[in-house]
């Protein structure tokens, strides 16, 4: 089965960290861009970072210095190091594959069903 699998997401406390993975299973993952997406309540889903297939990684300024995507090729996975977390970075965390990047987005070929973090005291 063809599909993005997203896990990692906790309720965290500000300034804690989170790592977030993204499974690719039914396909190989190393030919594709991969971007990361969050969904506030209420707030429409923004792109945050995005790797290509060459390894060159992309961020929303808000996240950029905190935020890390890699990928590991090898297990078929994405991964998305989240530092410093505040509560502003509350959301459903998504990843999704493309072609290539735009920005620090990318259109959505195939999309996971999201992890929830949560960034409260």
């Known amino acids: 089965q063809v599909q993005l699998v997203e896990s990692g997401g906790d309720l965290v406390q500000p300034g804690g960290s989170l790592r977030l993975s993204c499974a690719a299973s039914?396909?190989?993952?190393?030919?594709?861009?991969i971007g990361w997406f969050r969904q506030a309540p209420g707030k429409e889903r923004e792109g945050i970072s995005c790797i290509n297939s060459g390894g060159n990684t992309y961020y929303r300024t808000s996240v950029k210095g905190r935020f890390t995507i890699s990928r590991d090729n090898t297990n078929n996975t994405v991964y998305l190091q989240m530092n410093s977390l505040k509560p502003e970075d509350t959301a459903v965390y998504s990843c999704?594959?493309?072609?290539?990047?735009?920005?620090?987005?990318?259109?959505?070929?195939?999309w996971g069903q999201g992890t929830q973090v949560t960034v409260s005291s």
């Open positions: 039914g396909f190989i993952l190393d030919a594709y861009a």
């Open positions: 999704a594959i493309d072609n290539y990047c735009s920005g620090y987005g990318l259109g959505g070929l195939l």
